[in-house]
């Protein structure tokens, strides 16, 4: 199988390039990707050089770049480029616009165009809005609240005409909040763990009761892997751990097995529009593809911690770098 994944220099997607080029021995990857800010070819370096992985540096809005990979002859697509931090989506709405949505219409276009197989649009629990109680199905109604969701909701729309216009043979995944390695320091969990490394202070939005769904994002790679080999065409497939926490707990917890004070933890002003749960149903990957998780919430948590520690340069050079300015730029704009 000749697979072209798209955003594969980012955290999810260089979890995935790994793990496909270790589980599947005759498999080959085109890894196509912008390199942003989140973007970071160091994810990469236990690959480079074989001869089954392949990096090109290019935007996937670039329907001609697109093309000239494609007629390469690809088996299936694997989408992960993407605009993906909520908190920047707000400063900023048009880059989301651009890569999240347009984007993903290029990737389609191309994809009929040049009649690859299987096309994987990897989404987001985020569409279907916040829900205090209960979870969402696949069958659920779309109800993005922030400019990211709305835009991952679009592209799941785009997805959806081409699949009923076209019989596009493509499969919608929404997977739930991932930790684990390679996650850019911007988000809670890697942004936490750096700054308790560094003594710093933990900055929790409002009053840190939001739920979110915590899944190892090898446990992540592993169910697009069953979805690329068993998914119907024209489906949708929730992925997810079930292992709900407030960010009050899970920062708890974190500083816990760092043994960090709690003194560290600091309520700041609340993200506008802020979901406060997401929450899903995966009967129906389980029951159908037969993919079920297997780390804990503990174990990955624990793993992901050790991770940090270890790749010391990896995150200090992020964080010397355009980051800080972002990171300054965010909070004076609350
Ligand atoms: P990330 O921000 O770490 O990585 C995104 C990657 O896409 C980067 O390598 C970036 O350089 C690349 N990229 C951005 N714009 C591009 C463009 N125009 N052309 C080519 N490459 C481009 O994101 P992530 O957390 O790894 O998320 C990957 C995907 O998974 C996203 O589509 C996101 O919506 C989805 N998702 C993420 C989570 C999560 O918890 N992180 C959960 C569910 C779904
Ligand atoms: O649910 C899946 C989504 O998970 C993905 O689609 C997104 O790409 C990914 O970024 C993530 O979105 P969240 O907004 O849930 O993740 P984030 O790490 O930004 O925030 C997790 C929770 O922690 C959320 O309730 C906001 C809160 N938070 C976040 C940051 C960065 C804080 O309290 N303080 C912080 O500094």
Redesign the pocket.
Known sequence: MKILVTGGAGFIGSNFIHYIISEHSDWEIINLDKLTYAGNLENLKNVEGNPRYRFVRGDITDGKLVGSLLQEGIDAIVNFA?E????RSILDVLPFIETNIKGTQTLLEGAHQYKVGKFIQVS???VYGSTEKGKFIEESPLSPN?P??AS?AAADLLCHAYWKTYQLPLVITR????LGPFQFP????P??ITNALEDKS?????D?L????WISVLDHCRALDFVLQKGEPGEIYNIAANQEKT?LELIHELLDIMGKPQSLITF?TD?PG??RR?ALDITKITRELGWKPTYSFEQALTATVNWYVNHESWWRQIKSGDYAGYYDRMYSHR
């Open positions: 993407a993906s931090h909520v908190d987001t629990d985020e922030s990211y969701a991952k997977c739930s909040n991932n911007e988000k809670l969990i942004l936490a933990i900055p929790i939005y409002g840190g939001n739920i979110r769904d960010n700041v993200r802020h979901d997401y």
